[in-house]
T-cell receptor, first 111, second 114 residues
Framework: DAKTTQPPSMDCAEGRAANLPCNHS???????VYWYRQIHSQGPQYIIH???NNETNEMASLIITEDRKSSTLILPHATLRDTAVYYC????????????FGKGTRLSVIA | NAGVTQTPKFQVLKTGQSMTLQCAQD?????MSWYRQDPGMGLRLIHY???????DQGEVPNGYNVSRSTTEDFPLRLLSAAPSQTSVYFC?????????????FGQGTRLTVV
């Protein structure tokens, strides 16, 4: 079972920041938060991951609350090409655990 | 760099037929896995492998077989296709967790069983 809860859908105006929430209240101390996205039924694409500190890369920023029970993926300037389903996944950062996907959030970026 | 290659891209089967979905990666990744995605749903794990000769079951393994004789290839076999197996199938590969964080996915095989 997925260990995360995400809203099923969100809209965002083009050029604005898209803030995608994820609840993972049962996260363990050795589990990381990963974000992937899937554009129009293509294979999923890795975005970012983090443990407890905020992370930023060329695609997005990840903000994890201090108690680690929730996080927010931020796309700073959303474009139409960011329209996709975004998956928040918690996973142990060792061993043989595969990625387990939930239903994700369908983000629609509107012109 | 080809990455993860899945063949075929589309397939129509009759109920009861068998077939093999092919997955190959050229990144020397130890981990490979198969997922299925039904319309409007997230990906569900079928089988995965942590290295040549080692496979394990995921959430929905029934009706599927896998083997991993080489690092590069991870074929998925449908033994006797059923309409419930109509889905999009994705193969993924990655380095072991703890070494690399990113999994790479193929473009999918769209399977219809009639």
């Amino acid at each position: 079972d997925a260990k995360t809860t995400q809203p099923p859908s969100m809209d965002c105006a083009e050029g604005r920041a898209a803030n995608l929430p994820c609840n993972h209240s049962t996260i363990s101390g050795n589990e990381y938060v990963y974000w992937y996205r899937q554009i129009h039924s293509q294979g999923p694409q890795y975005i970012i991951h983090g443990l407890k500190n905020n992370e930023t890369n060329e695609m997005a920023s990840l903000i994890i609350t201090e108690d680690r029970k929730s996080s927010t993926l931020i796309l700073p300037h959303a474009t139409l090409r960011d329209t996709a389903v975004y998956y928040c996944i918690v996973r142990v950062f060792s061993g043989n655990t595969p990625l387990v996907f939930g239903k994700g959030t369908r983000l629609s970026v509107i012109a | 760099n080809a990455g993860v290659t899945q063949t075929p891209k589309f397939q129509v089967l009759k109920t009861g037929q068998s077939m093999t979905l092919q997955c190959a990666q050229d990144m020397n990744h130890e981990y490979m896995s198969w997922y299925r995605q039904d319309p409007g749903m997230g990906l569900r794990l079928i089988h995965y492998s942590v290295g040549a000769g080692i496979t394990d079951q995921g959430e929905v393994p029934n009706g599927y077989n896998v083997s991993r004789s080489t690092t590069e290839d991870f074929p998925l076999r449908l033994l006797s296709a059923a309409p419930s197996q109509t889905s999009v199938y994705f193969c993924a590969s990655s380095r072991p967790v703890g070494i690399s964080t990113e999994a790479f996915f193929g473009q999918g095989t769209r399977l219809t069983v009639v």
